[in-house]
């Protein structure tokens, strides 16, 4: 049958908004926690809907030295870094099933993502012997950003992160921003120092531009990762509509970004909704919620 009203209700506290859906007080939550989605899974009442997006998590690099000069300026140093997180191991502790790595920088769902590009191994002798040829024989210390608000499970990624790199001989200074508009506001004024956890990315655009070009071309207030072969690659993808032309001219741009090692991409992260068991209804790749398609099903009890 066809739904006549839809209310909407904004409810900020989590605990609040699982407990109603559990309830059947609400027939579609959004914001829920993997730990929700996972109590749900033997729910006779709820059901999870969870589709891949294009948004994305990783680590940023300063290899600019943009906001300071730090050993993310040497090549051998971010190689090592990224040589030495156990990314299978973090989204099977931190995202669980609702999400997909993200080798270069995309997943499957945009345009330009190029599965012949292999994800980083986790190598921690390869990590250590970066750093020596590097001359860091001696502890390093490196800063860490990032802000529980700007993504989600960052306290748990942040704390694999540093137990992870303390084995290499990196010791992570951990900046914790409790207000996410004060992270935006150091990350556009080029203040972050070292390493940023980040999250990327909407359901707008499915295209490469639109993470490359102001995570990586100069001028951009997002930008911590710039040369002139970057410049160059992310102005010729804007210049072609040819489809070919751009898949090629991206995948060039995403070797020669993880070549660099500008940055870790960890992974997408998937929309999920607890939907009530009434409602015949799926989550968006494109984070929408299109109610247009909602119908109420045979389990629907009678007002």
Do not use: C
């Amino acid at each position: 049958p066809s739904i006549r009203t839809v209310t909407f209700q904004t409810i900020l506290d989590p605990a609040e908004r699982f407990n109603k859906l559990l309830a059947g007080e609400v027939h579609i939550a959004r914001g829920l926690t993997i730990e929700q989605a996972a109590l749900l899974d033997h729910s006779g009442i709820v059901r999870i809907s969870a589709k891949p997006t294009p948004r994305l998590v990783f680590l940023q690099m300063d290899g600019d030295g943009r906001a300071s000069k730090t050993p993310l300026t040497d090549r051998r140093v971010r190689r090592a870094i990224s040589f030495a997180l156990p990314v299978d191991d973090m989204i099977a502790t931190v995202p669980q099933k609702f999400a997909v790595r993200a080798p270069g920088g995309l997943t499957p769902s945009y345009f330009g993502y190029d599965p012949g590009i292999a994800p980083r191994p986790f190598d921690l002798s390869k990590a250590r012997g970066l750093l020596s040829e590097a001359g860091y024989t001696d502890a390093v210390e490196i800063p860490l950003n990032f802000s529980p608000a700007a993504v989600p499970g960052a306290e748990r990624l942040s704390a694999n992160i540093l137990e992870s790199l303390e084995k290499v001989g990196i010791k992570v200074k951990i900046r914790r921003f409790a207000d996410a508009a004060e992270f935006y506001t150091q990350l556009r004024e080029g203040k972050l120092e070292g390493l940023t956890l980040l999250a990327w990315g909407n359901g707008a655009s499915f295209d490469s531009d639109a993470v490359f070009y102001p995570l990586f071309h100069s001028g951009q207030p997002h930008a911590y990762n710039t040369s002139p072969e970057l410049d160059k690659l992310l102005d010729d993808g804007r210049a072609t509509i040819d489809p070919e032309k751009r898949k090629a001219i991206y995948s060039t741009l995403q070797k020669s970004i993880m070549d660099q090692a500008y940055w870790l991409p960890l992974y997408g992260p998937y929309v999920i909704e607890g939907v009530n068991r009434q409602l015949d209804y799926e989550a968006s790749s494109d984070e929408l919620m299109h109610l247009f398609s909602a119908t109420w099903n045979g389990n629907r009890q009678p007002d």
